[in-house]
């Protein structure tokens, strides 16, 4: 459940966690410990482990929250279910929450199928309205490309690849990012159909590493920041967590662990 106050002043502590003496009522962090919600400025995240629980813990919030003069905006509360099959809903004061699918939490969005694929969707949709919005650029006969190309990178690139260290990532969606920079590539360069120029050429022209690559830099990049934390942050703990589930038949997703390992295994290979 995503909660946003109406105004600044929410907790500051980014985790919550109880002991786990009582019944379950979040996610099984470690053997001791459950992971209640994930705590950001103003924006909030229940993980509630039942539907009781759940209207609990948002009747609770809001109590404390009008406690000390803030109100949760209804608006901008979701809730996403995930395995029930309770559809009564939540309400805060008397007010049905909106039921969805999905939700934006941090920048990112997060769905009930797991993984990265609606991200990298939206990703893409805001990368491409970033470029849209600078066509004046691409278009101009003033600016170098070096010039267009930087600007690229700052204004459209860095909303692409937002998130992106802990996208969990397939060949699928490796290639959609990597088609949307191409296109943006061959615009800035000016080659349209029927001109062609090999992928590796306009990468070296314009300085770019391949998506793969780039999500792979950023990914150890952040790792490096994550490893350097105390042992005891969830951040770093979140690198070797394993969920609790009943794995279902065939051949399992991919993970961000699995993504992890595979870049080291490549890191060391080289």
Not at 46 to 56: A, F, K, R, V
Not at 150 to 165: H, P, Q, S
Not at 168 to 180: A, E, N
Request: one cysteine or more; a positive charge; hydrophobic letters at 30%.
């Amino acid at each position: 459940m995503n909660e946003q106050w109406s105004r600044n002043g929410g907790r500051n502590n980014p985790y919550n966690t109880t002991n786990s003496n009582e019944r379950k009522h979040g996610i099984q962090w470690t053997a001791q410990n459950q992971l209640d919600d994930l705590d950001f400025t103003d924006d909030l995240a229940l993980l509630p482990y039942t539907h009781e629980q759940m209207q609990i813990k948002t009747d609770s919030v809001a109590a404390v929250s009008a406690s000390v003069g803030l109100n949760i905006h209804k608006g901008k509360t979701k809730v996403l279910k995930y395995n029930t099959e309770n559809s009564n809903p939540i309400t805060l004061d008397d007010e049905t929450l909106e039921d969805v699918e999905s939700f934006t939490y941090l920048g990112s969005i997060i769905d009930e199928q797991g993984g990265s694929d609606t991200d990298i969707n939206g990703r893409t949709g805001k990368g491409r309205t970033a470029f849209l919005q600078l066509k004046n650029i691409w278009n101009s006969k003033q600016l170098s490309t070096n010039i267009k190309v930087r600007i690229f990178n700052t204004k459209v690139k860095a909303v692409l690849v937002y998130g992106a260290e802990t996208w969990r990532t397939t060949t699928t969606t490796i290639k959609k990012v990597q088609v949307f920079i191409n296109g943006c590539l061959r615009k800035i360069l000016n080659i349209n159909w029927p001109d062609t120029i090999s992928n590796s050429l306009w990468w070296e022209i314009t300085n770019q590493l391949p998506a793969k690559e780039e999500i792979r830099k950023r990914r150890c990049k952040w790792i490096g920041h994550t490893l350097r934390k105390s042992s005891n942050c969830t951040t770093r703990q979140a690198l070797t967590w394993n969920l609790e589930v009943k794995r279902e038949r065939g051949r399992p997703n991919n993970t961000l662990r699995w993504e992890i390992d595979g870049d080291m295994k490549k890191i060391n290979n080289n």
